[in-house]
Structures are given as structure tokens and as C-alpha cells.
């Protein structure tokens, strides 16, 4: 066949192995397990659905008719990178994005689910069977704008259900798809630009002549945190926590009081890596994974983000432009990590204090926690209070850095 050996040779025998198995098992039940006197066909067909510079979709339909109560409809499908001759995977359309692969998912059960409903067939559970495994070969169809999913009859559904096609049109999740690979696949159209709302300024707690500062704690949450919110509430002090999303779950009760105290809780990754060392994906996955955490523990979802180590690039921020979110640095380093001194934090605190300052601690050391009543009594005799950084800044431009 032609089109075996074109792909045997261009595409890593992907196609020409799935012809040959299906071919291989008709032939085995023609001559070993079914007898009819009437002869039994088999059909196989081809279609490309898409095709530019960068990569090919291809659907073989192979269709048996064994003179049964259904005949079998196969379909096998693929997106090949062209110079690799790889097949692209729905991860690889999502660059790894946890997030971006799950809505994708979601949105390819609630178009058959309504496949369905217009066929006036009886509804199915589609979570154990449309999953991410089950959709991770696709094809673009639609000059571009449409990813598809054929099923063929009696395979992922019941026979009854006949053939049927997932289609999810790519501008309904184009949001999930801002990345190179995408772009270089389909029609991947941008989301229209959020509109920066100015920053006012930052409004001045009561008597302070707007002499206000705010503390920020990373790393957390850690063994040390419910005690620091205590000392918090005592003082009447406002902080930012900017959470590892990896620790959440744990002290998901620990979050829910940081938020009913009115503090203000951000976004530090989900396992604390250099950010701008890694692929666009994973730096997805790390702030969409800490957003989520954090989102169920909380029914709140992060404006801001620090990034770990203070290691920021252009790529990092499209990623927070993406999200609403902002990047937020700091103006005074207590370098807490490195001298576990409660009275040396406390004196670099205070020495750097100044209206408007960003502090930066870590809520995951005693000697940090043990230094906040000290850095709160001494400015609030300077006549400082002390506000989230949402307090301090205002609205925040999505993509921005601060300061």
C-alpha cells in the first residue's frame, strides 16, 4: 500500500503499524474463528486534515464488516512534527500545562456529552473514558481552527453510540494555548490585551501620614506560620505570604485563617525552581498548580506572584500577563535565611525601613518568627503601620514587576 510505505519511511512506523495489527487481527478471525459462507471485506482509508510547514494530521479509518450484529469501525489518528517525524502529543500542544491539558479535556466531554444529548442517546459518565490518556493523539481539522478527536464504533464507547467525532474549536480554548508549539500548529488567536488600570496610591492607614510597609513572608507555610499569625493579630499587622504550592494541602486550615485575618496570600511556585531556566510549560505548571492549591484551600486565586530567588525574565511575565497576575520583589532584604539572629533580622529591618518599603522574611525559620514583634514595635513607635502589598501598591498591571 502507498500510503504504508510513504509513512513506514517518513514517520517512524506509527501508521503502518496500526494498519498492520488491525489488518493482522481481521485476517486471524476471517480464517480461524468465523465461518460465513458470504465473504467478509475490510476497508481501509485515509485522509489528511491538516498540513503546513510545521506538521501533518492524518486519520485512517479501517472499517470490517464480519457480517455480524455491528461491524467494527476503527480510527486511528495523529499530528507528526514534520522534521521529526515524532507524533505531537496533547501535552506537547500544551507545553506539560497541567491546567491548559485539564480544560482542554473538560471541554472535549462537554462537546460529545452534547454529541449526545443532540442524538437523543442515552447520557454517559465520560470521566473514566475521556481522559488525557485517551486524547493524547489528535488532529487539527478545519484549516487549523478546530482540534478533533475521531471515535470510531465500539471503541471508546458502546457500540450503539456508532461513530462519532470530539471536536473542541481552538478558539474556545485559545487562552490555554499561548505558547510556540501551539502557535506553530494551528491558529492559535491571541486573547485581546487586558487593559493596565493605573496604580493609585497606596491609601494611608489611619494617623500614619502615610508611612506604611509591607512585610512579606516566603516559603511557607511552615511549622512557624500560625504562631506568626498570632503575633500578627496581636500587633494589628497586615502581611503578603507567598505560599509553595506543594506545602498547601497541609495546612490548607492554616491558609483559610490567613485570609479571614485579612492578609493577603501569593504565589511562590510549586516546588521553588529558577523559573527563567525553565521551558514555557513547566513555568506554567508551576504557577498554575500553586493557583489551584491555593484556589481550593482558600476559594481565592493570586493576583501576585515571587518568584523564587528573585529570578524573573520576559518569559516569566507573559506567563503572569496570561493570568492577571503580577511579579512582586522586595526593597529590603532581612536576609533571614542566612543569619538565623532574631535581634540581626530585626536590625536590618528596621535600618532599611522606609515609606512604602517591601520587607522580605521567611515564615519557615523560629528565628524569623521570633524577630517580627521586635521589627513591628520599633516602626509602629516610628510611626509606621503595616498593609499587604496589594494595600501598598494598589491595582497592579498584569505582566508588571514590582518594584
Not at 138 to 167: R, V
Request: aromatic residues 6%.
Amino acid at each position: 500500500m502507498r500510503l504504508i510505505a510513504l509513512l513506514r519511511s517518513k514517520y517512524k512506523d506509527s501508521v503502518a503499524q496500526a494498519i498492520d495489527r488491525a489488518d493482522s487481527d481481521f485476517r486471524y478471525a476471517a480464517t480461524n474463528i468465523l465461518t460465513f459462507d458470504q465473504p467478509l471485506t475490510e476497508t481501509i482509508s485515509y485522509q489528511v486534515t491538516h498540513n503546513n510547514s510545521v506538521a501533518l494530521s492524518i486519520i485512517v479509518n479501517i472499517k470490517q464488516d464480519m457480517h455480524g450484529a455491528h461491524p467494527v469501525s476503527l480510527a486511528h489518528f495523529w499530528t507528526f512534527d514534520k522534521k521529526s517525524g515524532e507524533v505531537i502529543s496533547l501535552n506537547d500542544l500544551t507545553e506539560q500545562s497541567e491546567k491548559a491539558t485539564g480544560e482542554i479535556v473538560a471541554a472535549a466531554r462537554n462537546n460529545l456529552k452534547e454529541t449526545i444529548k443532540q442524538r437523543q442517546q442515552p447520557e454517559l459518565d465520560l470521566n473514566e473514558t475521556i481522559t488525557q490518556e485517551t486524547l493524547s493523539n489528535f488532529i487539527i481539522t478545519d484549516g487549523g481552527n478546530s482540534i478533533d478527536w475521531p471515535i470510531g464504533q465500539a471503541s471508546l464507547l458502546p457500540s450503539a453510540y456508532g461513530e462519532m467525532t470530539i471536536k473542541v474549536p481552538i478558539a474556545a480554548v485559545a487562552k490555554y494555548l499561548q505558547n510556540p508549539t501551539a502557535r506553530k500548529l494551528a491558529n492559535i488567536p491571541k486573547p485581546p490585551e487586558p487593559k493596565p488600570k493605573p496604580a493609585p496610591a497606596a491609601p494611608p492607614a489611619a494617623n500614619s501620614g502615610g508611612k506604611v510597609i509591607a512585610l512579606t513572608f516566603d516559603d511557607g507555610p511552615g511549622p512557624y506560620t500560625a504562631q506568626l499569625l498570632d503575633i500578627l493579630d496581636q500587633h494589628g499587622a497586615k502581611a503578603t505570604f507567598f505560599l509553595i504550592g506543594s506545602k498547601v494541602s497541609a495546612q490548607a486550615d492554616v491558609l483559610r485563617r490567613m485570609h479571614s485575618r485579612g492578609h493577603q496570600l501569593g504565589n511562590h511556585s510549586w516546588s521553588h525552581p529558577e523559573l527563567p531556566k525553565l521551558p514555557v510549560g513547566q513555568i506554567a505548571g508551576e504557577i498554575d498548580r500553586t493557583n489551584d492549591a491555593i484556589k481550593q484551600a482558600t476559594s481565592v486565586t493570586p493576583t501576585v506572584m515571587r518568584p523564587p530567588y528573585g529570578a524573573v525574565n520576559s518569559a516569566v511575565l507573559e506567563q503572569l500577563r496570561l493570568r492577571g497576575m503580577s511579579s512582586i520583589l522586595w526593597s529590603v532584604d532581612t536576609r533571614d535565611w542566612a543569619d538565623r539572629n532574631s535581634d540581626i533580622v530585626c536590625s536590618r529591618a528596621v535600618a532599611g525601613a522606609h515609606p512604602g518599603a517591601i520587607i522580605l522574611m521567611h515564615d519557615i525559620h523560629q528565628t524569623s518568627v521570633n524577630a517580627v514583634p521586635c521589627i513591628l514595635s520599633t516602626l509602629k513607635q516610628q510611626g509606621y503601620s503595616f498593609v499587604t502589598v496589594q494595600g501598598l501598591l494598589g491595582n497592579m498591571a498584569a505582566g508588571a514587576g514590582y518594584p
